[in-house]
């Protein structure tokens, strides 16, 4: 069957012309226009850092923050031995990089997920506007995750 293109069908339906017109992967037509711009053609700002540590730190929280509560669960369930291995765990050094980490993941996620909210309703679209509410995520991110370890160590 030969493929039609658009300009080339006529009022009954059938091809007025065949016309080899390429298919993409999925067996549709190909759309007569450029595909979008590789990445090393766009600026980078912070809009796109935001949107990055967003995925970034939503698949972290999924992957890292969900099974540590978990094993918390666990040790807790399972009674006072286990959990003090998990609390001898959690309070090394490398138990503090993973809390720390995975608070500044739950607030960076939680200040990007507002930002993103905002913009849902359809305000924070404006090049400057846009670019400061970024910054300020990150940085609100960092303030918060540094507040709730202030919070812990000194309360």
């Known amino acids: 069957m030969a493929l039609c293109g ?25 759309a007569d226009r450029p595909l979008s711009p590789h990445l090393t053609i766009w600026k980078w700002g912070p809009h796109m850092l935001v949107s990055i540590l967003h995925r970034i730190t ?32 959690a309070t090394s050094w490398y ?29 924070g679209y404006e090049v400057h506007t846009n670019r400061h509410w970024s910054v300020a995520t990150t940085v609100i991110g960092i303030v918060l995750t540094a507040a709730f370890w202030a919070a812990v160590i000194w309360l």
């Open 6 to 30: 658009v300009r080339a069908l006529a009022s009954s339906g059938t091809c007025a012309k065949s016309v080899a017109i390429p298919l993409n992967h999925r067996g549709t037509l190909m």
């Open 58 to 89: 939503g698949d972290g929280m999924a992957f890292v923050a969900l099974p540590t509560l978990l094993c918390w669960l666990g040790a807790l369930a399972a009674g006072p031995e286990a959990y003090a291995k998990f609390q001898h765990v």
């Open 95 to 123: 138990g503090y990089v993973i809390l720390v980490g995975i608070s500044w993941a739950f607030f960076n996620h939680m200040s990007s997920g507002i930002r993103h909210f905002v913009m849902d309703a359809g305000a």
